[in-house]
Structures are given as structure tokens and as C-alpha cells.
T-cell receptor
């Protein structure tokens, strides 16, 4: 089946620094990628939707200047948490919806997640 | 809130018993999916049911969908300790978004 990877799987950073998380579709082309955030013992909250080559669409309440999303190619999207603070500590999960082939348009494939801890 | 609701929020049962989780969503959907997530881990896709389907089976899993009530249920039969996890429904809307329910935390006691 289609595989989505994330890097890094976990990261610890100091308050005020920026952190970049990569999301890659390994064996299919993803026209649309999604970024979710999950706090402990809570569900996944959709942060933004990105289409290759265009600006991301952010959900209400998500600061676009703080969470920079770049979908530069059909296999890579990045989420940069700028000037991170302890309240940004969370589990960030990306997912990808692909073109016909291994990436069915009916199913989003999810990455394994990145755990961010801001000290 | 973008999320749908799930109940119960937490469920504790004995191994061998059946577990039923319910999910409600807010808008019209193209399909609805159920996922499992072990603590601190990624999502595992369990089953997808399309909007024109009413019931679907996969092994010990049975999913129903009632679009008139905007609700779905997941039944796990003959539960095992390894089924202990959080379970989420996720509705795929016409806006090409997948929105997750609040989730049910299932604990199966051996």
C-alpha cells in the first residue's frame, strides 16, 4: 500500500527556535497533503490543507504565520513551527491523498507522526 | 468545532466481550473511515464505508452507517487485550477534508 513518511519522528527544541517537519509520500504522488495536530488524549485536529504548488488553506484558529506549510513537490510537504513555545508541544501528523494508482483518492494515507516537545 | 462526537469516550470490557463505539458527524460525507491508534503512535486504518453503504464487515469488525442520522458505529467482536487502543471515526466531506471524531479509548482486560 501507499506509504507516507515523516521526519523527524521526534524532536526536542528550545523555546523561541523554529522546527521543520517533513512529510513525504514514498510511492505515490500526493496532490493534496494535510497537517493535523493531536494533543495528549485528544483527537486529531486538522490544521491546514496544502496543494502542490499553491498556498496552504488553514483551518479557523490556526496561525498561518506560526505554522508555515510548503508543498513544493508532489511528494514533499513541510511544516515549520516558527518561534516555538511550550504550548506548541504536540503530536503532528501529516497525511496525503494521491493520484490514481497506489494512492487511492478515496483514502488518505497517514504518516507515523512527529512528536514535538518545546522546552 | 470541526470535530464530530464519539461515545463512549472511554470503554472498559473483559476479553471476549464485544465492544461498540458510536460516532456522529456534522456534514454530508462521501465516506467514513475508522482508525485505531495505540498510545503515542500513528494511525492504523481499519475500514472504510461509503455513503451509499449501510454495513460493512472486516474480520472481527462490523461498521454501520446511517446517513439520515449522520452516525456510524464500530463493533469489535470477541475482543482481545491487543485491541486496547483509541478508536477514531473520520468523515471525508465534499470539501476534500477528513475530519476526525473525538475518539473512544477502549481498554480490554485480559
Amino acid at each position: 500500500g501507499a506509504v507516507v513518511s515523516q521526519h523527524p519522528s521526534w524532536v526536542i527544541c528550545k523555546s523561541g527556535t523554529s522546527v521543520k517537519i517533513e512529510c513525504r509520500s514514498l510511492d505515490f504522488q500526493a496532490t493534496t497533503m494535510f497537517w493535523y495536530r493531536q494533543f495528549p488524549k485528544q483527537s486529531l485536529m486538522l490544521m491546514a490543507t496544502s496543494n502542490e504548488g499553491s498556498k496552504a488553506t488553514y483551518e479557523q484558529g490556526v496561525e498561518k504565520d506560526k505554522f508555515l506549510i510548503n508543498h513544493a513537490s508532489l511528494t514533499l510537504s513541510t511544516l515549520t513551527v516558527t518561534s516555538a513555545h511550550p504550548e506548541d508541544s504536540s503530536f503532528y501528523i501529516c497525511s496525503a491523498r494521491g493520484l490514481a494508482g497506489p494512492g487511492s483518492t478515496d483514502t488518505q494515507y497517514f504518516g507515523p507522526g512527529t512528536r514535538l516537545t518545546v522546552l | 468545532s470541526q470535530q464530530g462526537e464519539e461515545d463512549p469516550q472511554a470503554l472498559s470490557i473483559q476479553e471476549g466481550e464485544n465492544a461498540t463505539m458510536n460516532c456522529s458527524y456534522k456534514t454530508s460525507i462521501n465516506n467514513l473511515q475508522w482508525y485505531r491508534q495505540n498510545s503515542g503512535r500513528g494511525l492504523v486504518h481499519l475500514i472504510l464505508i461509503r455513503s451509499n453503504e449501510r454495513e460493512k464487515h472486516s474480520g472481527r469488525l462490523r461498521v454501520t452507517l446511517d446517513t439520515s442520522k449522520k452516525s456510524s458505529s464500530l463493533l469489535i467482536t470477541a475482543s482481545r487485550a491487543a485491541d486496547t487502543a483509541s478508536y477514531f471515526c473520520a468523515s471525508y466531506t465534499g470539501g476534500f477534508k477528513t475530519i476526525f471524531g473525538a475518539g473512544t479509548r477502549l481498554f480490554v482486560k485480559a
